[in-house]
Protein backbone atom coordinates (compact mmCIF):
# COMPACT_ATOMS: atom_id res chain seq x y z
CA UNK A 1 0.00 0.00 0.00
CA UNK A 2 1.19 3.38 -0.87
CA UNK A 3 1.23 6.03 1.52
CA UNK A 4 0.39 9.17 -0.48
CA UNK A 5 1.54 11.63 2.32
CA UNK A 6 5.17 10.78 1.66
CA UNK A 7 4.79 11.28 -1.75
CA UNK A 8 3.54 15.33 -1.91
CA UNK A 9 5.25 17.94 0.29
CA UNK A 10 3.57 19.13 3.05
CA UNK A 11 2.91 22.82 2.40
CA UNK A 12 0.46 23.62 5.36
CA UNK A 13 0.66 21.61 8.52
CA UNK A 14 -2.82 22.23 10.06
CA UNK A 15 -5.95 20.17 11.41
CA UNK A 16 -7.82 21.93 8.84
CA UNK A 17 -6.25 21.15 6.03
CA UNK A 18 -6.69 17.40 7.11
CA UNK A 19 -9.93 17.36 7.58
CA UNK A 20 -10.19 19.04 4.26
CA UNK A 21 -8.63 16.33 2.65
CA UNK A 22 -10.08 13.58 4.77
CA UNK A 23 -6.24 12.39 5.71
CA UNK A 24 -5.80 10.67 9.16
CA UNK A 25 -2.79 11.19 11.68
CA UNK A 26 -1.21 7.79 11.18
CA UNK A 27 1.69 8.15 13.82
CA UNK A 28 2.93 9.31 16.88
CA UNK A 29 5.32 11.79 15.15
CA UNK A 30 3.30 13.15 13.07
CA UNK A 31 0.86 14.34 16.29
CA UNK A 32 3.86 16.21 17.62
CA UNK A 33 3.86 18.26 14.55
CA UNK A 34 0.75 19.44 14.73
CA UNK A 35 1.50 20.37 18.58
CA UNK A 36 -1.78 18.86 19.67
CA UNK A 37 -2.03 19.02 23.05
CA UNK A 38 -4.26 15.88 23.99
CA UNK A 39 -5.75 14.14 26.95
CA UNK A 40 -5.45 10.73 27.57
CA UNK A 41 -7.66 9.12 29.73
CA UNK A 42 -8.22 5.40 31.14
CA UNK A 43 -11.73 4.16 30.78
CA UNK A 44 -11.73 0.70 31.12
CA UNK A 45 -8.86 -1.88 32.85
CA UNK A 46 -9.28 -5.41 33.34
CA UNK A 47 -6.91 -8.90 34.25
CA UNK A 48 -7.59 -11.27 32.08
CA UNK A 49 -5.60 -14.97 32.09
CA UNK A 50 -4.82 -16.94 29.13
CA UNK A 51 -5.10 -21.22 30.45
CA UNK A 52 -2.43 -22.85 28.16
CA UNK A 53 -1.46 -26.35 29.32
CA UNK A 54 0.54 -25.75 32.60
CA UNK A 55 -1.49 -23.16 34.43
CA UNK A 56 -2.78 -20.20 33.60
CA UNK A 57 -1.12 -16.59 32.24
CA UNK A 58 -2.42 -13.24 33.84
CA UNK A 59 -2.01 -10.32 31.90
CA UNK A 60 -3.90 -6.55 31.87
CA UNK A 61 -6.33 -5.26 29.02
CA UNK A 62 -6.41 -1.27 29.52
CA UNK A 63 -8.92 0.46 26.99
CA UNK A 64 -7.49 4.41 26.81
CA UNK A 65 -8.82 7.17 24.77
CA UNK A 66 -7.03 10.18 23.70
CA UNK A 67 -9.01 13.41 23.49
CA UNK A 68 -8.04 16.81 21.58
CA UNK A 69 -10.62 19.55 22.76
CA UNK A 70 -9.07 22.10 20.82
CA UNK A 71 -10.23 20.34 16.97
CA UNK A 72 -12.32 18.22 18.38
CA UNK A 73 -10.46 14.86 17.99
CA UNK A 74 -10.85 11.63 19.76
CA UNK A 75 -8.54 7.92 19.28
CA UNK A 76 -9.32 5.15 21.30
CA UNK A 77 -6.79 1.91 21.45
CA UNK A 78 -6.35 -1.19 23.75
CA UNK A 79 -3.40 -2.40 25.49
CA UNK A 80 -2.19 -5.89 26.27
CA UNK A 81 0.49 -6.49 27.95
CA UNK A 82 1.86 -8.81 31.05
CA UNK A 83 2.56 -5.48 32.99
CA UNK A 84 0.16 -3.00 33.96
CA UNK A 85 2.11 0.10 32.95
CA UNK A 86 3.03 -1.52 29.19
CA UNK A 87 -0.60 -2.04 29.05
CA UNK A 88 -1.72 1.78 29.98
CA UNK A 89 0.94 2.64 27.51
CA UNK A 90 0.42 0.47 24.59
CA UNK A 91 -3.34 1.66 24.60
CA UNK A 92 -2.27 5.43 24.70
CA UNK A 93 -0.09 5.21 21.58
CA UNK A 94 -3.02 2.82 19.64
CA UNK A 95 -5.04 5.53 20.66
CA UNK A 96 -3.07 8.35 19.71
CA UNK A 97 -2.57 6.41 16.32
CA UNK A 98 -6.38 6.14 15.68
CA UNK A 99 -7.12 9.65 16.37
CA UNK A 100 -9.93 11.25 14.15
CA UNK A 101 -11.01 15.05 13.70
CA UNK A 102 -14.73 16.20 13.55
CA UNK A 103 -16.07 18.69 11.73
CA UNK A 104 -18.90 20.66 14.21
CA UNK A 105 -22.18 22.31 13.00
CA UNK A 106 -25.51 22.63 14.02
CA UNK A 107 -28.38 20.27 13.18
CA UNK A 108 -31.29 20.41 15.48
CA UNK A 109 -34.17 21.69 14.17
CA UNK A 110 -35.20 23.48 17.74
CA UNK A 111 -32.12 25.32 16.90
CA UNK A 112 -32.45 28.77 15.05
CA UNK A 113 -31.60 28.14 11.42
CA UNK A 114 -28.96 31.03 11.55
CA UNK A 115 -27.02 29.63 14.30
CA UNK A 116 -24.07 29.66 13.54
CA UNK A 117 -22.43 27.97 17.01
CA UNK A 118 -20.37 24.56 16.45
CA UNK A 119 -21.52 23.16 19.45
CA UNK A 120 -23.01 20.17 17.90
CA UNK A 121 -23.13 17.42 15.66
CA UNK A 122 -24.97 18.45 12.34
CA UNK A 123 -26.76 15.23 11.55
CA UNK A 124 -27.96 11.70 13.46
CA UNK A 125 -25.21 8.63 13.04
CA UNK A 126 -25.10 5.27 14.81
CA UNK A 127 -22.30 3.15 15.58
CA UNK A 128 -21.78 -0.85 16.79
CA UNK A 129 -19.54 -2.97 18.68
CA UNK A 130 -20.18 -6.41 19.20
CA UNK A 131 -24.30 -6.05 20.57
CA UNK A 132 -24.02 -2.36 21.61
CA UNK A 133 -25.56 0.04 19.72
CA UNK A 134 -24.93 3.61 20.22
CA UNK A 135 -27.45 6.62 18.50
CA UNK A 136 -25.68 9.62 18.53
CA UNK A 137 -28.17 12.68 17.80
CA UNK A 138 -27.92 16.65 17.79
CA UNK A 139 -28.93 18.73 20.17
CA UNK A 140 -30.02 22.26 20.43
CA UNK A 141 -28.11 24.66 22.01
CA UNK A 142 -27.69 24.95 26.02
CA UNK A 143 -29.05 21.71 26.50
CA UNK A 144 -26.11 20.12 27.46
CA UNK A 145 -24.68 16.68 27.33
CA UNK A 146 -27.32 13.82 27.66
CA UNK A 147 -25.56 10.33 27.86
CA UNK A 148 -24.31 7.62 30.36
CA UNK A 149 -21.38 9.11 32.80
CA UNK A 150 -18.82 7.36 31.03
CA UNK A 151 -19.56 8.28 27.44
CA UNK A 152 -20.35 11.66 28.43
CA UNK A 153 -17.11 12.44 29.88
CA UNK A 154 -15.57 11.22 26.20
CA UNK A 155 -17.63 13.73 24.52
CA UNK A 156 -17.20 16.28 26.66
CA UNK A 157 -13.22 15.88 26.88
CA UNK A 158 -13.77 16.74 23.24
CA UNK A 159 -15.53 19.86 23.21
CA UNK A 160 -18.77 19.22 22.02
CA UNK A 161 -21.39 20.86 23.97
CA UNK A 162 -24.69 19.74 23.33
CA UNK A 163 -25.17 16.03 22.25
CA UNK A 164 -27.81 13.44 23.01
CA UNK A 165 -26.46 9.64 23.10
CA UNK A 166 -28.95 6.78 23.26
CA UNK A 167 -26.94 2.97 24.02
CA UNK A 168 -29.09 0.20 23.25
CA UNK A 169 -27.65 -3.55 24.06
CA UNK A 170 -25.68 -4.38 26.06
CA UNK A 171 -23.75 -1.79 28.83
CA UNK A 172 -20.54 -3.29 28.72
CA UNK A 173 -17.87 -0.38 29.14
CA UNK A 174 -15.43 -1.07 26.62
CA UNK A 175 -18.57 -2.09 23.88
CA UNK A 176 -20.20 1.69 24.90
CA UNK A 177 -16.93 3.60 24.19
CA UNK A 178 -16.26 1.70 21.07
CA UNK A 179 -19.56 2.25 19.80
CA UNK A 180 -19.68 5.80 20.17
CA UNK A 181 -16.33 6.18 18.42
CA UNK A 182 -17.99 3.97 15.45
CA UNK A 183 -20.74 6.39 15.16
CA UNK A 184 -18.11 9.23 15.55
CA UNK A 185 -16.49 7.65 12.91
CA UNK A 186 -19.44 7.08 10.45
CA UNK A 187 -19.69 10.71 10.76
CA UNK A 188 -16.43 11.52 9.67
CA UNK A 189 -16.68 9.41 6.49
CA UNK A 190 -20.06 10.76 5.10
Known amino acids: MIDYRNIAPRIETSVELLLR ?8 AEIEDFGLELQTR ?5 RVQKTVK ?7 RILGV ?12 LGRSRNKVDARVKSFNNAKKNLKFLLLGCGSLACDKNCTKEHSLTKRTTGKCGSTIAL ?9 IVASPRVAEIIRQM ?10 GSRNTMNCVKAVYEALLSYTRE
Do not use: Q, Y
Open 54 to 60: FGKIPSF
Open 42 to 46: IRDSS
Open 66 to 77: ATDVNNHGIGVG
Open 21 to 28: NKMWISNK
Open 136 to 144: LMPAELGSG
Open 159 to 168: GIKDLRVKIR
